[in-house]
């Protein structure tokens, strides 16, 4: 198929294109890298009146350190990230992420903030954020302002974003030398949508960890203190101590219904627990 006709408008900066969002009454669209737009368009699951490309804008291909934060402009693209040209917030955290998403032409197109924007729940990024701690930072002709992952991200494919707002960067805390990061996902071959992700932000020094529970039809299931999952307390030795009963639970409250599909992601996150303890994983795409 091809997508129905629309008009085509180029901002130069983050006012032009909060301005011309703002004039289309909610009948545009924002193209970034175009990785998932470009579909929806071609198979006309969306139809605008207007499509703002904001691939232009050099705001939002720009990165700087703010403090103990790493702020990523929303147009830097995987490939950026993957291959270094933005910094990392730890040790191989984010390109590593980066560098397991879908395919390198797509991560040489595919952007930080668009995966964010389109909120689909197998997305990379929507999980390895969330237990990274994340914010967002939004932008409109009024003015910015600043959001957690999870107020951003609504629902599946929703967000808190309103017609005239464009989403201008990623804001991720610099992590600890002495937290460790785990980030698994289960697809059954190299480059598809996830089924089930895992990620974990564990410090075991002082005793303190996110875990999140990702491609689950809806936003991602996060424990903002992840020592509920270890009977109450994180230290060395930690991933032995993983409780799948209180992540059965939580699934369960969250909706997942099916118990095949609850020890799908509960044991891709056990394996995110034991790669963050620094173990050897033998696949991290193997089915479980």
């Given at each position: 198929m091809k997508a129905s006709r629309f008009a085509l408008e180029r901002p130069r900066d983050l006012e032009e294109a909060g301005a011309l969002l703002a004039g289309a009454g909610g009948l545009a669209k924002v193209l970034a890298g175009g990785q998932s737009l470009g579909p929806m368009l071609n198979l006309r699951l969306v139809e605008p009146a207007l499509v703002v490309d904001v691939s232009g804008v050099a705001e939002l291909r720009?990165?700087?350190h703010e403090g103990g934060t790493l702020v990523i402009g929303a147009c830097c693209t995987h490939a950026d990230i993957e291959d270094g040209r933005v910094p990392d917030v730890g040790a191989d955290m984010l390109a590593r992420v980066a560098s397991g998403i879908a395919y390198r032409a797509v991560r040489n197109r595919g952007t930080i903030g668009g995966s964010l924007s389109h909120a689909d729940p197998a997305a990379?990024?929507?999980?390895?954020l969330s237990a990274l701690g994340a914010t967002v930072e939004i932008a409109s002709r009024s003015g910015r302002h600043r959001l957690a992952i999870g107020d951003f991200v609504t629902g599946a494919l929703e967000t808190s974003l309103q017609a005239d707002e464009?989403?201008?960067a990623v804001r991720?805390?610099?992590?600890?030398?002495?937290?460790?990061f785990g980030f698994v996902k289960h697809a059954r071959k190299v480059g598809e949508f996830a089924h089930a992700i895992g990620a974990a932000l564990i410090d075991p020094e002082r005793g303190t960890g996110?875990?999140?529970?990702g491609a689950i039809d809806a936003p991602p299931l996060v424990f903002p203190d992840a020592s509920v999952l270890f009977g109450g307390s994180i230290r060395p030795g930690f991933a032995s101590e993983f409780d799948r009963s209180v992540a059965d639970r939580a699934l369960i409250d969250a909706g997942?219904?099916?118990?095949?599909?609850r020890?799908?992601?509960i044991e891709i996150l056990r394996r995110a627990v034991i790669q963050a303890e620094g173990e050897p994983l033998v696949e991290t795409r193997a089915a479980a």
């Open positions: 720009r990165f700087d990379d990024w929507l999980s390895a464009v989403l201008a991720i805390p610099m992590v600890p030398e002495t937290a460790r996110r875990c999140v529970i997942v219904t099916d118990p095949v599909a020890h799908v992601h």
